[in-house]
């Protein structure tokens, strides 16, 4: 059996709104100015820290423009310590942007140093963001449990899905670092498709196995599990910066995916 591994927004400055089409089909557009900044570490460049820079400077822009919804997950980590076990409640809190970029400019980037002598890329820019009211589809849905809230190092992970409609499936895991790396569909399953219950892996090939990152302190992290369902076939990155994911989502009409995150603690 082969096993893969998981450890794993200010001041809108101008402008026009222009409205386009019948009330059906409304399109609001406005150049929004936004603001990022990365720090420059040993295990990334100037230019790649100047990246995740400027995509968190456009998210800035669609926050100012259209704001964000607000939701959360309440699950139950149990531990234990000598003879106790303790099982308190985790409230998971996330949110969700509405908004495309289609343009940018007047964009500057600058390398300085702050007053702890880190190095950091600062960008700003001006982004032309468009909306069209979209609500979501209530009639597809997308209901999402982990097998457990709480992984020891080497313990297996499976996620059951049950949508309410045919649709197309990727899960992702985000890790301490906010990187997301992609687990499903993979070389040992590779049909996303689901048009019911599923548990995933399906296959006896392989299988999700916790892993505690070395390198890192304490004795507890926690990661997330994204789970995007959409209408269409997506073809996904096998990584994505938080940033540029979420990015990636607001290309996608809200009544075309369904998108559910659940949590978990992952211990040494």
Known sequence: MEYISIGIGLLRLLFDAHVYGASADILIEEWVYGRGSYIIHSEITEAQACAKAESRAKLDAIHSFNGEYIASDTFMACKEKDDNVECPLHTFTWSMLDGLISGVRNKTVRATENLEDQRICRVTLEARVSTRPEPFDPNFDLQVRLSTAT????????????????????????????????????????????????????????????????????????????VLGTRDPLLL????????????????????????????????
């Open 151 to 226: 992984l020891r190092h080497g313990d297996p992970l499976t996620i059951e899905v049950e949508p309410t409609q045919p649709m197309y499936l990727n899960i992702l895991v985000e890790d301490y670092s906010h990187t997301l790396t992609k687990i499903f569909p993979n070389q040992f399953e590779e049909e996303s498709h689901t048009t019911s219950g599923r548990v995933i892996p399906s296959s006896e090939a392989y299988n999700f196995v916790a892993e505690f990152p070395s390198h890192l302190s304490g004795n507890d992290a926690q990661e997330i599990v994204h």
């Open 237 to 268: 990155l096998a990584q994505y910066s938080i940033e540029d994911f979420n990015l990636k989502l607001l290309e996608l009409p809200n009544s075309k995916k369904r998108y559910v995150k659940k949590a978990y603690r992952l211990v040494k």
